[in-house]
């Protein structure tokens, strides 16, 4: 066991870690403990990574070069599987983006290995593998340098995807998949080709296998860089889209509740006046209808956080106007370590949801919408509820929209909330009990947040 094979199969793993970290870094969460699960499993992974050393010297010594063949590329590939787990471990992230990192950092580290270990070292310059400081050095350079370049223009571009690059969809997964096989496939036949296990008792390097690889492995990376590229874009059309959408909402929302209070208004200007000259005998009949017309301002409500005011006083005026019953039962203080934007985006589009399902219902009794806010064991819980007939159709843990000319926009909503659950690393489940459509948000407290929360109500008792 030389000096040099333990630094070719420690260069293997190390650079593959580095490369996938690079990739990950930019985007993913870190999971709790993170910097000591990274020295842990790093060790660990270059341990058994020298490990093969002695297994392939004993393939060698009782194998010929087919098993020997055989045997590096099931190590290897398991090497990289056993990566791909680690980095699972290490960060909160989905099985697809597990595929894409792999794939961009294999292709990133073999473009290095190919340049600088089978041209540079097995080919043009062999002095190289008998002078292990200086390959050693050679090595580290090409390698940051080669880093920075795609953390630059590829890695660093990442950090726009807040957290999650692709769902866990069977399509993806599989496309993934397939590209990695490929990868894994054209890299090591284009291997065999440069060092001519072709052919037999062949000692001469073949550099069209090396340029072969090296082409590979670039429109690997070309394809990975255009394919996310492709992705954010269509993400960010999909804003674009929701945001028009929620502002002509917003507009008519808007526009409706001026109406509202201009009849209210313009109804207590023919009331007070027609008070002036009332007798005792119709006064209270003008006085009940005053009354009736000011009740309008009992739909402002008041918790203790001024977003869920808002939102509540506008769907509370939208819903008296249409005759729809909303009822709301709120803990508001819990809110309160959501930013403004996210706490009026998901309960504006969760109200907005629940309010256009029962609108459909002529019976006044089904147009009921219900919103309670709670906090519980460290968790804030939202749930509403709403009225609904038929089986409702589910797809990825949402409803489908029953109505075909909104479907598109009621998509984006339903995205759009489990979005920003899943930025606080909560969960969003959609559920149908016989007519009642449940919506349940549960989302982990801040632990600083919750002790000032807790001191909070200690002080109020």
Same mark, same amino acid.
């Given at each position: 066991?030389?000096?040099?094979?333990?630094?070719?199969?420690?260069?293997?793993?190390?650079?593959?870690?580095?490369?996938?970290?690079?990739?990950?870094?930019? +985007?993913?969460?870190?999971?709790?403990?993170?910097?000591?699960?990274?020295?842990?499993?790093?060790?660990?992974?270059?341990?058994?990574?020298?490990?093969?050393?002695?297994? @392939?010297?004993?393939? &060698?010594?009782?194998?010929?070069?087919?098993?020997?063949?055989?045997?590096?590329?099931?190590?290897?590939?398991?090497?990289? +599987?056993?990566?791909?787990?680690?980095?699972?471990?290490?960060?909160?992230?989905?099985?697809?983006?597990?595929?894409?990192?792999?794939?961009?950092?294999?292709?990133?580290?073999?473009?290095?290995?190919?340049?600088?270990?089978?041209?540079?070292?097995?080919?043009?310059?062999?002095?190289?593998?008998?002078?292990?400081?200086?390959?050693?050095?050679?090595?580290?350079?090409?390698?940051?340098?080669?880093?920075?370049?795609?953390?630059?223009?590829?890695?660093?571009?990442?950090?726009?995807?807040?957290?999650?690059?692709?769902?866990?969809?069977?399509?993806?997964?599989?496309?993934?998949?397939?590209?990695?096989?490929?990868?894994?496939?054209?890299?090591?036949?284009?291997?065999?080709? +440069?060092?001519?296990?072709?052919?037999?008792?062949?000692?001469?390097?073949?550099?069209?296998?090396?340029?072969?690889?090296?082409?590979?492995?670039?429109?690997?990376? &070309? &394809?990975?860089?255009?394919?996310?590229?492709?992705?954010?874009?269509? @993400?960010?059309?999909?804003?674009?889209?929701?945001?028009?959408?929620?502002?002509?909402?917003?507009?008519?929302?808007?526009?409706?509740?001026?109406? =509202?209070?201009?009849?209210?208004?313009?109804?207590?200007?023919?009331?007070?006046?027609?008070?002036?000259?009332?007798?005792?005998?119709?006064?209270?009949?003008?006085?009940?209808?005053? /009354?009736?017309?000011?009740?309008i301002y009992d739909h402002v409500v008041e918790t203790e956080n001024e977003v869920l005011?808002?939102?509540?006083?506008?769907?509370?005026?939208?819903?008296?106007?249409?005759?729809? !019953?909303?009822?709301?039962?709120?803990?508001?203080?819990?809110?309160? +370590?959501?930013?403004?934007?996210? =706490?009026?985006?998901?309960?504006?589009?969760?109200?907005?949801?629940?309010?256009?399902?029962?609108?459909?219902?002529?019976?006044?009794?089904?147009? &009921?919408?219900?919103?309670?806010?709670?906090?519980?064991?460290?968790?804030?819980?939202?749930?509403?509820?709403?009225?609904?007939?038929? /089986?409702?159709?589910?797809?990825?843990?949402?409803?489908?929209?029953?109505?075909?000319?909104? @479907? !598109?926009?009621?998509?984006?909503?339903?995205?759009?909330?489990?979005?920003?659950?899943?930025?606080?690393?909560?969960?969003?489940?959609?559920?149908?009990?016989?007519?009642?459509?449940?919506?349940?948000?549960?989302?982990?407290?801040?632990?600083?947040?919750?002790?000032l929360l807790k001191e909070k109500k200690k002080n109020d008792l």
């Amino acid at each position: 066991m030389s000096g040099l094979d333990i630094f070719e199969e420690l260069r293997y793993i190390i650079e593959l870690l580095l490369a996938e970290y690079m990739f990950a870094y930019y +985007f993913a969460k870190k999971k709790k403990g993170f910097g000591s699960l990274m020295a842990a499993g790093g060790v660990l992974l270059c341990m058994i990574s020298v490990f093969y050393i002695s297994i @392939r010297q004993t393939v &060698v010594a009782y194998g010929d070069e087919l098993i020997t063949g055989i045997v590096s590329c099931v190590w290897y590939i398991g090497l990289l +599987f056993l990566t791909m787990f680690f980095i699972k471990v290490c960060f909160e992230i989905s099985f697809s983006d597990i595929l894409f990192i792999a794939i961009s950092g294999y292709a990133a580290m073999h473009i290095e290995y190919v340049v600088v270990n089978e041209v540079l070292a097995l080919g043009v310059w062999s002095y190289l593998q008998t002078n292990l400081p200086l390959y050693v050095i050679i090595c580290t350079v090409s390698c940051g340098l080669w880093y920075m370049l795609i953390m630059k223009i590829f890695a660093a571009k990442l950090r726009a995807c807040d957290g999650k690059l692709y769902e866990d969809t069977k399509e993806t997964i599989g496309l993934f998949l397939v590209l990695l096989i490929v990868l894994l496939f054209g890299t090591f036949t284009c291997q065999s080709v +440069f060092r001519g296990w072709y052919q037999a008792n062949s000692t001469e390097n073949n550099y069209l296998g090396a340029l072969m690889d090296f082409f590979i492995c670039t429109l690997v990376l &070309v &394809v990975q860089y255009s394919a996310f590229r492709i992705n954010t874009l269509s @993400r960010e059309k999909e804003i674009v889209k929701q945001l028009l959408y929620e502002r002509q909402k917003q507009y008519q929302l808007s526009k409706e509740n001026i109406e =509202i209070i201009n009849h209210k208004c313009h109804d207590l200007k023919h009331q007070l006046e027609a008070l002036k000259h009332a007798d005792s005998k119709d006064m209270q009949q003008y006085l009940a209808e005053v /009354e009736d017309s000011i009740m309008i301002y009992d739909h402002v409500v008041e918790t203790e956080n001024e977003v869920l005011n808002t939102i509540l006083s506008e769907k509370s005026l939208y819903c008296e106007k249409h005759q729809i !019953t909303l009822t709301c039962i709120a803990d508001a203080a819990p809110m309160d +370590f959501m930013s403004v934007m996210d =706490i009026y985006a998901l309960l504006g589009n969760a109200f907005d949801n629940a309010i256009e399902a029962v609108s459909k219902y002529q019976d006044v009794e089904k147009r &009921v919408v219900s919103l309670t806010i709670s906090a519980k064991n460290d968790f804030l819980c939202i749930q509403t509820n709403n009225y609904v007939e038929g /089986e409702l159709q589910f797809k990825d843990g949402l409803p489908l929209s029953t109505k075909k000319r909104n @479907r !598109t926009y009621h998509g984006f909503g339903m995205k759009s909330m489990k979005h920003l659950t899943e930025k606080y690393g909560g969960t969003l489940v959609a559920s149908q009990e016989k007519n009642i459509f449940m919506l349940q948000i549960i989302l982990p407290m801040p632990k600083e947040f919750v002790r000032l929360l807790k001191e909070k109500k200690k002080n109020d008792l």
